[in-house]
């Protein structure tokens, strides 16, 4: 993996700050403990044959929470996976357009993403909405995924503001 930035990124190097550290210690324990949900799950249905009632409705909870827990931090060390078939084609002043038209792409598409989020949100919490085996309340977990995923979008406008800040390159 390559250590320089290319002109234009955000990539966050060295410390992590108090709110990736965080989100990340919530990443790694909900992955561990899907880890041993899977784990216990699969031992007491093949041994027992009796798997852990629910487990399946905690996977995906907490799989949600995996991702959005994980998408600001993503987003910012700009660690996102991408396709860079024209990436030599694009620099200079071209690269920092670029830049811009993805990051503000990019905001546009969380911020729908958050709205859309807590709208269901309230719906599910209208229709007082439960799983279907555990009967546990849905509207939490998108609730959650929304503010995550305006902490994100949070993140994408600091990069539009630091990226704003760098005057484009004079040559393109």
Do not use: N
Not at 78 to 94: K, N
């Amino acid at each position: 993996m390559a250590s320089e930035e290319t002109p234009g990124t955000e990539v966050a190097t060295g410390r992590l700050s108090w709110l990736d550290t965080g989100l990340l210690v919530v990443v790694a324990a909900v992955m561990f403990a899907m880890m041993a949900l899977t784990f216990v799950d699969v031992f007491a249905r093949y041994l027992f044959a009796s798997p852990v009632p629910g487990a399946f409705e905690i996977i995906q909870f907490m799989m949600a929470l995996v991702i959005f827990c994980a998408l600001p931090v993503v987003t910012r060390k700009d660690a996102h996976i991408t396709v860079g078939l024209f990436e030599s084609f694009m620099v200079g002043r071209i690269g920092w357009v670029r830049r811009l038209g993805v990051l503000l792409f990019s905001a546009a598409v969380i911020a729908l993403i958050a709205f859309q989020m807590w709208r269901q949100g309230d719906q599910l919490r209208e229709g007082q909405h439960i799983t279907g085996f555990l009967e546990v309340p849905i509207a939490p977990i998108a609730y959650a995924m929304s503010v995550l995923s305006w902490i994100t979008l949070v993140v994408v406008v600091g990069m539009i503001w630091r990226h704003l800040r760098r005057a484009p390159p004079h040559s393109s």
